[in-house]
T-cell receptor, first 113, second 112 residues
Framework: DVKVTQSSRYLVKRTGEKVFLECVQDMDHENMFWYRQDPGLGLRLIYFSYDVKMKEKGDIPEGYSVSREKKERFSLILESASTNQTSMYLC????????????FGNGTRLTVT | ELKVEQNPLFLSMQEGKNYTIYCNYSTTSDRLYWYRQDPGKSLESLFVLLSNGAVKQEGRLMASLDTKARLSTLHITAAVHDLSATYFCAVTPIRGAQKLVFGQGTRLTINP
């Protein structure tokens, strides 16, 4: 079974802090994703990566950056956290084939005060 | 820009009844995914539909895809309480693209 592990289940940060969310997958997947989930809005894609050091913006990249130095690890960075970034963040990975589903981590609930 | 819309967004039903969740999308795609999310948990893959007319079934859930109508349905037969969850559909915009665009989710509550 694919395992996608997010380092924190809950985080509370202050406005203006730099925040790192970490994600590790153990199935050698090429593709990794960061989504945020908000009530009534479903999941919205922030960034994704299709290879080491490669990244593409998703639908809502503003205020975020990412890092993928190793194939198994994909980090989401909030350069200066704001209250409107309070959300559930979900990491996912996927094999390189076009039809395989995403495998999700358990999520990190981030609160910015 | 690909948009994915589900309806209804909230559904409360009695055990034993049948119902259908609809997923419409705005641009051409032939890959559609259904996920389930339990409260406080992450998303679990249910079905992958890869071609027009595809139908998949697992227990009391059946999913189908009509690419010409840009519509997928998730049909629940003789609902049981354990199926209470939020269900998401997701679509890949074009062949070869890696990202999935999700609908808003349908929160399903099944009452005994």
């Amino acid at each position: 079974d694919v395992k996608v592990t997010q380092s924190s289940r809950y985080l509370v940060k202050r406005t203006g802090e730099k925040v790192f969310l970490e994600c590790v997958q153990d199935m050698d997947h090429e593709n990794m994703f960061w989504y945020r989930q908000d009530p009534g809005l479903g999941l919205r894609l922030i960034y994704f990566s299709y290879d080491v050091k490669m990244k593409e913006k998703g639908d809502i990249p503003e205020g975020y950056s990412v890092s993928r130095e190793k194939k198994e690890r994909f980090s989401l960075i909030l350069e200066s956290a704001s209250t409107n970034q309070t959300s559930m963040y979900l990491c996912a990975s996927r094999a390189g084939t076009g039809s395989s589903p995403l495998h999700f981590g358990n999520g990190t609930r981030l609160t910015v005060t | 820009e690909l948009k994915v819309e589900q309806n209804p967004l909230f559904l409360s039903m009695q055990e034993g009844k049948n119902y259908t969740i609809y997923c419409n999308y705005s641009t051409t795609s032939d890959r559609l995914y259904w996920y389930r999310q339990d409260p406080g948990k992450s998303l679990e893959s249910l079905f992958v539909l890869l071609s027009n007319g595809a139908v998949k079934q697992e227990g009391r859930l059946m999913a189908s895809l009509d690419t010409k109508a840009r519509l997928s349905t998730l049909h629940i037969t003789a609902a049981v309480h354990d199926l209470s969850a939020t269900y998401f559909c997701a679509v890949t915009p074009i062949r070869g693209a890696q990202k999935l665009v999700f609908g808003q989710g349908t929160r399903l509550t099944i009452n005994p």
